[in-house]
């Protein structure tokens, strides 16, 4: 769907032992013509699941905000073709931290049961040309990262201010968010169990 990944973890059920390396070896076999690499493989207890066994998960976005575009990043990063305050965004961003009800930065494809979530970390910083947008928390529901790297997008171009991020929280309304991001520069980066 667009997206990256460099820290999905996955599993299945197998219904005869194989050695791990041999599992590993044979998906990266299969998966060839896909940008796709199974860097491990290993045994998992009974009642492992990948999703739901999951404490936490990181994600990364990056915006490449110049005039120039992407040549070696083209469908790696979103692109913004003029400046963006990191800045106020980050300031933005601190407003979004903790544990609120997110209904405005949920998809209304979500099938989450509840749109209460904790968000641990969500930082903005500026490295060279790039801008990152990080956050932190044990689960996110559908589009919750690019919904907001979106409407702190509105905040970098000075569309929006803080106010308007905290009050789009408040209103637990879809139509108060802004814009969803492309999926070009999401990275699910860590899953931690």
Same mark, same amino acid.
């Given at each position: ?9 996955? /599993?299945? =059920? ?15 076999? /299969? ?12 045994? #998992?207890?009974?009642?492992?699941? #990948?999703?739901? !066994?999951?404490?936490? +998960?990181?994600?990364? $976005? ?10 070696? %990043? ?6 913004? +073709? /003029?400046?963006?305050?990191? &800045?106020?965004? @980050? ?6 931290? &903790? ?6 930065? +949920? ?13 641990? %970390?969500? !930082?903005? @910083?500026?490295? #060279?040309?790039?801008? %990152? ?8 529901? /559908?589009?919750?990262?690019? !919904?907001?790297? &979106? ?12 106010? =308007?991020? %905290? +009050? ?6 879809? #139509? @108060? ?7 070009? &520069?999401? $990275? ?6």
């Amino acid at each position: 769907a667009g997206v990256h990944a460099r820290g999905q973890v996955a /599993h299945f =059920d197998l219904h005869r032992a194989w050695d791990p390396f041999k599992v590993r070896e044979a998906l990266n076999f /299969h998966l060839k013509p896909d940008p796709i690499v199974v860097l491990d493989a290993e045994v #998992a207890a009974d009642d492992f699941d #990948a999703r739901f !066994s999951a404490t936490g +998960r990181s994600y990364l $976005y990056r915006i490449l905000p110049r005039k120039a575009p992407p040549a070696l %990043e083209r469908n790696r990063v979103w692109w913004v +073709r /003029h400046p963006l305050d990191a &800045g106020a965004m @980050a300031e933005a961003a601190s407003r979004m931290l &903790g544990r609120h009800d997110f209904t405005t930065f +949920r998809s209304v494809q979500c099938q989450a049961k509840s749109p209460v979530k904790t968000v641990d %970390e969500i !930082s903005v @910083a500026r490295y #060279a040309d790039e801008i %990152e947008i990080t956050c932190r928390a044990r689960s996110f529901l /559908h589009n919750q990262v690019r !919904s907001f790297v &979106g409407t702190l997008k509105q905040v970098g171009e000075g569309k929006w201010t803080k106010r =308007d991020v %905290e +009050r789009a929280l408040a209103a637990k309304d879809r #139509a @108060a968010c802004g814009p969803v991001a492309p999926p070009d &520069g999401l $990275y699910l980066v860590r899953v931690d169990y």
